[in-house]
């Protein structure tokens, strides 16, 4: 696969909240006149998204190479029930101490176009801590590493497509796309179908978070259905008593209603 050897703008850290934002707008109001027109609505990100500076760099621009997968099969890891113990879920007992932090559970269910439950994906999350940091990235900005996390978890999803992780709230943090970037708090989840050729990457989100209408990773979705799909909903069903409040977020793989995903591993 070739990759794409423009250089980036120099200019592009320096751009601020402001430009970023305007950009942002530009774009969508272009995207909200081409759907008064009668265009389709757009369920994936845009691949050269201008406000989100990398994204211009990212991505091939050239036809992907077409593995055979059979192939591919012979070599590359396969995951199954027996593989994944039940409390690597639990994204809070990894260590000795208690994880400091807003302690939540994320439950939902991974669904096909159709509505129909897909048993026995492996489900994979990484995220930052309560303050917004990752144990395992560069680029950090000065806010704690939590001896007690590590914010990676995985699960295989039940017979019902359900899967459920107890965790850490994370936190926003700052990223080099321009100045004063902010991504709003996220949590990045991987889900592998039955083989290595069906990988696919997003994020969720947490409601009400004032930091989506700046950030142009999660406005490169220019459609509002697409976006609203990724952000979780407060399910007092699923808080428990004096432990943990809840979220709910359904994973949709494929049709109109489809979760959007990633090109590619993010890098935020
Ligand atoms: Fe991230």
Redesign the pocket.
Known sequence: MSTNNKTLDPAATTASQEDISAEISSIHEVYRQQLLSGMKAETQPRVDFAPYRSSLLRHPTKNLHHADPETIELYSPAFGQRDVHALESDLTIQHNGEPIGERIVVSGRVLDGDGRPVAGQLVEVWQ?NAAGRYVHKRDQHPAPIDPNFTGVGRTITGANGEYSFTTIKPAPYPWKNHHNAW?PA?I?FSLFGTDFTQRMITQMYFPGDPLFALDPIYQSITDQDARDRLVATYDQSITSHEWATGYNWDIVLTGSNRTWMEEEEGE?
């Open positions: 930052a991504r996220h990045h935020h």
